[in-house]
Nanobody
Framework: QVQLVESGGGLVQAGGSLRLSCGSS????????MGWFRQAPGKEREFVAV????????DYADSVKGRFTISRDNAKNTVYLQMNSLEPEDTAVYYC????????????????????WGQGTQVTVSS
């Protein structure tokens, strides 16, 4: 069993930055692909970023590419999402997720391919 806890959300002005963290319990963190998703009110949960179990491969949604950076520290059982140049459209609840996901984009962008989820952290970007 893996438990995930996100932190680092908050209110920020457009153009600002936030760094989200997601800590994991358990000894198998380094085995999992880790993803960040977000969900705005009235919208479906959407893929934001993914990082391979080793941390050597990453991918991003087009909407955040060049502004967000995903990273992980397997020694600390933690995955991060550095968010720069934030826009009001980035306002959402952000979730981290863990899973044994096939490393193909058609799979890792799908929320149903992940086995464990955090409770989410709110990010609000004011204009």
């Amino acid at each position: 069993q893996v438990q995930l806890v996100e932190s680092g959300g908050g209110l920020v002005q457009a153009g600002g930055s936030l760094r989200l963290s997601c800590g994991s319990s358990g000894r198998t963190f380094s085995s999992y692909v880790m993803g960040w998703f977000r969900q705005a009110p009235g919208k479906e949960r959407e893929f934001v970023a993914v990082i391979s179990s080793s941390g050597t491969s990453t991918d991003y949604a087009d909407s955040v590419k060049g502004r967000f950076t995903i990273s992980r520290d397997n020694a600390k059982n933690t995955v991060y999402l550095q968010m720069n140049s934030l826009e009001p459209e980035d306002t959402a609840v952000y979730y981290c997720a863990a899973g044994m996901v096939v490393p193909v984009r058609a799979f890792y962008v799908r929320p149903d391919k992940y086995d464990y989820w955090g409770q989410g952290t709110q990010v609000t970007v004011s204009s």
